[in-house]
């Protein structure tokens, strides 16, 4: 498909595609950049581990809240979706499947790296998703359908999130846990719109097994 963000830059760093035996998927939030993904991605690092993150158009995936209608967020969601597909498709070209790659998202990103892995139900390496949750007005589990195959998902939060509310939150582990992944849920008490320390050394510990695995 072509879209606001097909042609967009796709950011690396890490070890090179080449020489990877594993590759991360970053997402950005709404307003930030690949770049600035790239640097929470370089706080996990592992030799071994290719960094890949697409740059959304005008630096935001879609025009509306995640809980809107998904007709109000087309094309940037569908444009969103596919262009971290197309990260996805060059790590596979560059021999690492998918079981060998780890997505992850904050915010904007976060919902856009959930809905990915919901929508295409795989063994994955790993799913962070860091002030987020998955995309439309509402959820219906019936929507989702197939086996990710205990793939590791974390999800963290706090529970007064202006953005994302906690039952989302909950909602997205509900789908997550249908679709036979290993959910670690962690809500934050009062933290607000962002990332912890105890978020990022739950993905250090994750990203440590998948490289050791």
Request: charged share 25%; glycine share 10%.
């Amino acid at each position: 498909m072509s879209g606001p963000h097909q042609n967009q830059e796709l950011v690396t760093a890490g070890t090179s595609l080449d020489d990877a035996e594993a590759a991360m998927v970053l997402v950005h939030g709404r307003g930030a950049t690949a770049q600035s993904i790239v640097q929470m991605g370089r706080e996990v690092h592992r030799a071994g581990l290719a960094l890949l993150a697409p740059q959304a158009a005008r630096n935001t995936w879609y025009p509306q809240s995640f809980l809107s209608p998904v007709e109000e967020n087309e094309p940037g969601r569908s444009s969103g979706l596919r262009a971290v597909g197309d990260a996805m498709e060059r790590a596979n070209d560059a021999g690492i499947p998918a079981e060998k790659i780890f997505l992850l998202g904050f915010s904007q990103g976060a919902c856009l790296a959930s809905e990915y892995v919901a929508r295409n139900p795989e063994r994955y390496g790993g799913l962070a998703a860091l002030s987020g949750g998955l995309i439309g007005e509402s959820v219906n589990p019936d929507e989702y359908d197939g086996d990710i195959e205990r793939t590791p998902v974390f999800l963290g939060c706090s529970d007064v999130d202006p953005h994302i509310p906690l039952e989302r939150v909950h909602e997205t582990k509900a789908v997550f846990e249908r679709l036979n992944g290993d959910v670690d849920e962690r809500i934050y008490e009062g933290m607000g719109h962002g990332v912890n320390e105890d978020e990022l050394d739950a993905v250090d510990e994750l990203v440590e097994r998948l490289i050791s695995a």
